[in-house]
């Protein structure tokens, strides 16, 4: 078992917990993943590292309350414990040479772009960060991507913290005052990164994306997780998950995400009519009320 040891809220959508995992916590990097799952009767979801602590032996993931078994993780409590949490799944990022850098995080996509951040400034990259929410009130981990860029730019859909658009138009903006990147990192979903790639692609500048699509084992066997990459079909869980977002066909990935669709719905509206009975058996519903949030249970953060 893998004891739970910190949960806490980040914004009403969003929970970050920290799992007891001293083997994972050694051996993690950027970009890699876990598989965990709550217990005997759970699925097994992919979630990828949001920062790990090899001292303490632990792991930090991040994740939305808005598919089956995010909705029963988000009730867990310190001192709960997961059965299984699998890992490291996936590559590292190739992050290492990269001397000046913007890593973009979309929404949820933050608390993943984080540890590349963070990795990178501790190896002398300067970094920049652009994140980018649909409102204010949904911004998260400001003050951890203070502390590891050189600036950060966070814009909102609506305005509401006074920077209003998506993260496309600091990107370009930097590029064109002469930002000098060698490497552009872009996590969040995939329409914004097809458009973080775009801007790039007139710069030469390299960039990767970190492709989230549905996964079930997380070891290559299932082939749900194919992306489009250049000519080939590649696997996010053992070729991936981040790949180079000039040659990712961002449209055949989001065919892909529709196609999946109706049958997350399913699993979202059966995973509500279980937390809504046990709200009643325990005296509590909390995360019964991120269903229909409208966001996918993919690799998430
Ligand atoms: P969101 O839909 O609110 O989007 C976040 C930000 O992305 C927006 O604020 C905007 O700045 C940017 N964006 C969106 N469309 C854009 C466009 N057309 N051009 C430029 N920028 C654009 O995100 P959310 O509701 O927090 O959902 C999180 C998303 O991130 C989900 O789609 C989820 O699947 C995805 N995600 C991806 C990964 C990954 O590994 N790639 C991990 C976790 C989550
Ligand atoms: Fe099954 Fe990648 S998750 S092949």
Known sequence: MYPIERVEALNA???????????IARKI???????????????????????CDPE???????FQAVGATT???????????LLDFAGPLGNPTELAGARRACVIGGGLGTAIAYPQAKWLHEHGCEVDVITGFRTKDLIILEDEINACSARQVIMTDDGSNGNKGVVTAPLQQRIDEGADYD?????GPVIMMKF????????????LVSMNPLMIDGTGMCGGCRVKVGDEYLHACVDGPDFD????????????????????????????????????DCGGSAAAGAVGAGADERKGA
């Open 29 to 51: 990097r950027p970009g890699q993943f876990v598989m965990l799952r709550i217990d005997e009767r759970g699925e097994r979801i992919p979630l990828t590292m949001n920062d």
């Open 13 to 23: 959508e969003v929970t970050r917990m920290t799992v007891r995992a001293p083997e």
């Open 245 to 280: 977002g000039h040659l990712v066909d961002f449209d055949d990935a989001m065919r892909r995400g529709v196609m999946y669709r109706s049958f997350e719905g399913a699993a979202r509206e059966a995973a509500a009519g279980r937390v809504a009975s046990e709200g009643r």
């Open 71 to 81: 909705m029963r993780l988000a009730r867990m409590r310190a001192g709960d414990a």
């Open 56 to 62: 303490a032996g632990t792991v930090t993931i991040v």
């Open 196 to 207: 973080v790639a775009a801007t790039t692609k007139p710069f030469g500048i390299k960039t």
């Open 183 to 187: 490497l552009v990192l872009a996590v």
